[in-house]
């Protein structure tokens, strides 16, 4: 089982400051088979980004995905409101899916 | 327009059984390529993918809850049900279902999700 994990566990920043998340993932995820998910309180995650680069409908330009092999990067180029939440990563690659525990970006 | 919906019991006492129902619609179970899983969350905690169910009843299931999970599907009513064998209060969370498109490859990401239902397991 892939195990992800995710740095910062909180990233407290002001509106306007670019947001960098991590995910890394315990062996290699295949083709780069990894999604991100924002979830706000009380609702169902929402899905951003698939294949670690290509952005889910709707999804603004501010944000953005790369990497692959072991190292995932979620970066929000200008945080505004709305972006403040919690963000996953999912690996897709292997059976079973796993998700990272969670980065919570909140407001300084 | 895609949406899926839980349904079930809210309060389960342990040792009982969980039988939660997926409703959805704007897809079919009966496309090519297509699937729908469970996943739970704990309150304040992450996520947890639990099992999948797709198109041609092929099944997964998480490492350690198989021995208590079972999917199925009824394609005729458009619904996904998730059985929970011997519950207990650690499996008090928010069980989602969600969609995996025909697109994806590999297992599978998620684009649309239902609501969410909270279960608690109590006595």
């Known amino acids: 089982e892939i195990v992800l994990t995710q740095s910062p566990g909180t990233l407290s920043l002001s509106p306007g400051e670019r947001a960098t998340l991590s995910c890394r993932a315990s062996q290699s995820v295949s083709s780069t088979y990894l999604a991100w998910y924002q979830q706000k309180p009380g609702q169902a995650p929402r899905l951003l980004f698939y294949?670690?680069?290509s952005r889910a409908t709707g999804i603004p330009d501010r944000f953005s995905g790369s990497g692959s092999g072991t190292d995932f990067t979620l970066t929000i180029s200008r945080l505004e409101a709305e972006d403040f939440a919690v963000y996953y990563c999912q690996q897709y690659g292997s059976s079973p899916i796993t998700f990272g525990p969670g980065t919570k970006v909140d407001i300084k | 327009q895609v949406t899926l919906k839980e349904s079930g019991p809210a309060l389960v006492r342990p040792t009982q059984t969980l039988r939660l129902t997926c409703t959805f619609s704007g897809f079919s179970l009966t496309t090519s390529a297509m699937r729908v899983s469970w996943i739970r969350q704990p309150p304040g905690k992450a996520l947890e993918w639990l099992g999948r169910?797709?198109?041609?009843?092929?099944?997964f299931y998480s490492t350690s809850l198989k021995t208590r999970l079972s999917i199925s599907k009824d394609t005729s009513k458009n619904q996904v049900v998730l059985t929970m064998t011997n519950m207990d209060p650690v499996d008090t969370a928010t069980y989602y279902c969600?969609?995996?498109?025909?697109?994806?490859?590999?297992?599978?990401?998620?684009?649309?999700w239902g609501q969410g239902m909270l279960v608690t397991v109590s006595s």
């Open positions: 969600a969609r995996t498109p025909k697109s994806a490859v590999g297992m599978g990401y998620f684009d649309y």
């Open positions: 169910i797709d198109w041609d009843d092929d099944k």
């Open positions: 294949g670690a680069s």
